[in-house]
């Protein structure tokens, strides 16, 4: 038994207990900072399993923004769970066994865990993207060039679906939905606490250094639009919930935030466009420049920076829309 | 088997705890929480498809030979984004729902429905 085996199964058996506690927790408070645990074994699990670029998302995503999003939303409704039924728990219990009993049985026609020759591996893509990439689009880091370029359209697809789910926040509890009146709550505010608030101010500037230092070494290292979404949305909210909402939208407007929501998927849709005029295919970035890598090149920063603008600016219009419930109730 | 199967068999019981939560609670934010449970066993059950033994992370340098495969950690890198978008839809329909019927168990809500 390898090292590598040793810490897989521990960081697993974390994982499983982590998360029957999760689901046996009637307080849910604790059991949404539980789940904030869990996220962050996952990126280990991540770094582990040499998806580094997942694993950043998911320290940046499950442990902030998530666990932000859903402490928002316990403290909009009640963070108490009622007792469970014995004649509900029985169903779900049967169903869930049954399920894993098939998913464990079907498990016997996959491929050994971690061998080299399973269909994944042999697949000729396999090759198109770890060797061909080097000549076609010249960035060392190949997740970015399948991200950005390979399977742009992809993504395009992603980022539709985050600009409808900020969209649909702000239909649901924006001011679209409730007239707004920033109420001053009477009670002590976080930034009342003298080491928070310096502490907070201090690092403000080096996240979102780092955000950007993300976004524009995502070519090289680990990170890109996504990474480096989430980490300036993370700064503004960590912004917002020390210095309070009213200060944070003296930063950064609302207005501006919703007008920079569509702004990234239109350049993402631009850059397509642009691709087309110039007589290539949609997306194809090789026309953006007389040579080839170096139009690919434009091309992913363009499009990653449009990821980056969109991720951000949906992911804190969220909070805002949270806490701006909170302060209105 | 075992020594080849484990992981998966780890992540099967992860999901399946996710979706044990998910069909028996009543209340709507722990269903979402048990939602992001199952989801994070998806998540790693694609990522573990694409390891192999003695990889590294797929990006190129001279001095490394075999990498690990691109593509499940891409379309998990943005599934992880768009499954927080989704969150926050659902976590301000269950705030909704909350305003209008003062309460995010299921079972309530259907009642207070049925009852005129």
Known sequence: MTVFTLINISLLAILVATALTVSRLRALYEAAMLSALFSLVTACLFVLLDAVDVAFTEAAVGVGISTVLLLGGLALTRSREAVTPRRRRLPGAAVAILAGGTLVYASQDLPAFGSADSPVQRHPLTDTYLHQSQEDIGIPNTVTSVLASYRGLDTLGELLVVFTAGVAVLALLGPLAHPVDARRRDDLDLVDYRVLRVISAMLMPFILLFALYVLFHGDFGPGGGFQAGVIFAAGFVLYGLVFGLDKAQQVVPRVVLWALIPFGLLLYLGVGVVNMLLGGSFLDYDTLSSDPAAGQHLGILLVESAIGITVAAVMTTVFFSFANRRATR | ?116
């Open chain 2, 1 to 116: 088997m075992i020594g080849t199967h484990y992981v998966y068999w780890l992540l099967f019981a992860l999901m399946m705890i996710g979706l044990y939560v998910v069909i028996s609670h009543g209340n709507l934010l722990k269903k979402l929480i048990g939602l992001t449970l199952f989801q994070v066993g998806v998540f790693l059950f694609f990522i573990s498809i694409g390891k192999v033994d003695g990889g590294s992370a797929p990006i190129v340098s001279d001095d490394v030979e075999t990498y690990s495969h691109p593509l499940p950690q891409v379309l998990i890198l943005t599934a992880i984004v768009v499954g927080v978008a989704t969150l926050a839809v659902g976590l301000g329909l269950a705030v909704r729902i909350f305003e209008t019927y003062g309460t995010v168990e299921e079972e309530d809500v259907l009642e207070r429905d049925t009852t005129p």
